[in-house]
């Protein structure tokens, strides 16, 4: 590879920053953007699906479709079982599932289970391809603690496109442990989930998929930022406490998410359920992939304003792309105070002692600059190799090195797994819970513990990727089976 002097590169570089300003699209007025915000909040529907012969079965049927994000505007998606995004599921913990996953789009596509435990011909990765017109029906069960979920489109090379027109949903897990606590659970009453993206439109008030090249080293990033589809939508609400579901459903960016008025919250779960007790925060950092439930209260009646500073992978070079109003919730006069926080929530047993291997997994950029490929262990996914095996039973420690001076949310697939430590310290409160999705800062060194349990398959792989999408795209990704 030839290496440009840096005088020639920047020449390049404003040539190009002068032909996009010349682009007849960039010079047309924005559709009128502004009228859509301070809707009124909606949530993606409820779906609790049906009950056949002791199954809970959905029915997904996957399709393009328009929304109008932008007023009077139809923008072309893709929806399940609506126009943009797709319900959020509800099962309990236990329940034997059947998911009928239909695909209407015309072109190949898979949905995949973020965060659950299951066989790896049920995951819905890149090698459960579904055909146009076909209809895939996986059965498996709900092995998880109480929690908040989700699915997305998983086509190989494909899933930043098809994430970023819609494809992506929302499961909600109960149990007996999480009813048994005083916390916030209907549905629509007191009870929220929020699937946080940003878009971009063009003049068209389109969005389509064309990411450029620094989209796809930083990670797809709009200006717009969305909730459940909505710009910055109003909740009028008279509970005292309410319990937030949070999703990043972004493809590449990350959300340091806060309120105007800097008040407190409790995150009393993350990725795969209860945390052991509610944790006081003014502040967290929200990865692409990630959820976390939080308590905010509004019992003192003031207006709270949810807000964003979204960033992306290179942030720690480029810095933030800037606070984004989220959503205001609007405490109703007629408010009751809110009842006394819960001091624990759940038992989370200490990490299981290791029993297996421990693996290194190396982040690293092969070129320079904008030229470079992401690679894990110095290579990049390969569709037909499996890069290693786990034997079924074993608990392993897997150690994640950022040797990039960019930030990879790193997500394992089949499990829920412990972070033991950041950088040779023990993980904070929120990050000592399930997870599945963890952030590797550049220069951070991480370490996991992740037992393989349950489901093993020769043949079939689960997947471990960056979850900025276009990285994963790019490569950022590998497989193993559990034999
Ligand atoms: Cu959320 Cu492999 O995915
Ligand atoms: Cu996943
Ligand atoms: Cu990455």
Sequence with gaps: MTHLPSVTRRKILAG??????????????RPALAA????PFVQPA?????MEAGR??????????????????????????????????SARAGDALRMNVANGLGEPMTLHWHGLHLPAAADGGPHQEVAPGATWSPEFDLRQKAGTFWFHGHQHRKTAEHVWAGMAGVIRVSDEEEAALPLPRTHGEDDFTLVLQDRRFDAAGQMPYDANMHDRMAGMQGDVMLVNGLA????????????????NGANGSFYRLHFADARAFYQIASDGGLLAAPVA?????????????YLLDLADGAVAQLRAEAFGAEAAMMGSAGIREVMTFRPDAARTPAPALPERLADLAPPPAPTGATRTFTLSMSGMGMMGDFLINGGQYDHDRIDFSVP???????IWDNTTPM?????????QFRIIGRNGQPPAPQEAGLKDTVLIGPGEKVALQVRFDDYADAVLPYMYHCHILEHEDAGMMGQFTVV
Excluded: K, Q
Excluded at 281 to 293: D, F, H, I, K, W
Excluded at 407 to 415: A, C, K, N, T
């Design 16 to 29: 190009l920053g002068g032909l996009a300003l010349a682009a007849p699209a960039l010079l047309r007025p």
């Design 36 to 39: 859509l915000s301070g809707r």
């Design 46 to 50: 409820l779906d609790a699906g049906r």
């Design 56 to 89: 809970r079965v959905f029915d997904l049927a996957v399709a393009t479709g328009g929304h109008e994000f932008l007023d009077g505007i139809e923008t072309a998606t893709i929806g399940i079982n609506t126009g943009f995004l797709g319900p959020i599921l």
């Design 232 to 247: 910055a939508p109003v909740l009028d609400t008279a509970a005292p406490r309410l319990r937030l579901r949070i999703l």
């Design 281 to 293: 925060m003014r502040e967290t950092v929200l990865s692409p992939g990630e959820r976390g439930e």
């Design 392 to 398: 079924l039973g074993a608990t392993e420690t897997w």
């Design 407 to 415: 930030i990879h949310p790193i997500h394992i697939h089949d499990v």
